[in-house]
């Protein structure tokens, strides 16, 4: 029988749960959830020319928000005949892989402005 307690803050500012098994409380174990109030992950930098990326990575090269580029992806998402789910947007190729997508930008969004 596994018993979880409730959520509670711990002293580091972090989200605790716990639990107790077996009948004696013999085993307690506790986990880390999520920091409260800390701040998303900032995507690891893009290389130059790179290839697939995540669309958090993506976004943030074409100054796009997350759930704009997600959303248009979804929107133009088409299952290929081998099953696979591809999106194609002005420039943008994405696959989804599980549930995330890899987002691939062709050479025009790589290429610098020309001026």
Same mark, same amino acid.
């Given at each position: 029988?596994?018993?979880?307690?409730p959520?509670? &803050?711990s002293s580091? %500012?972090?989200v605790e749960t716990s639990s107790t098994v077996? /009948?004696?409380?013999?085993?307690?174990?506790?986990?880390r959830v999520a920091k409260v109030g800390a701040a998303p992950r900032d995507p690891k &930098?893009?290389?130059? %020319?790179?290839?697939?990326?995540t669309v958090?990575?993506? /976004?943030?090269?074409?100054?796009?928000?997350?759930?704009?580029?997600r959303r248009s992806l979804e929107r133009h998402a088409r299952t290929t005949p081998e099953g696979a789910t591809v999106a194609h947007v002005?420039?943008?190729t994405a696959r989804k892989l599980g549930r995330l997508w890899r987002v691939w930008l062709d050479r025009g969004w790589l290429a610098p402005p020309q001026t």
């Open positions: 029988m596994t018993l979880t307690a959520l509670r &803050p580091e %500012g972090e077996g /009948a004696g409380g013999a085993h307690r174990a506790r986990s &930098p893009l290389p130059p %020319g790179s290839a697939w990326m958090e990575q993506a /976004a943030a090269f074409l100054s796009l928000p997350v759930v704009t580029l002005d420039g943008i």
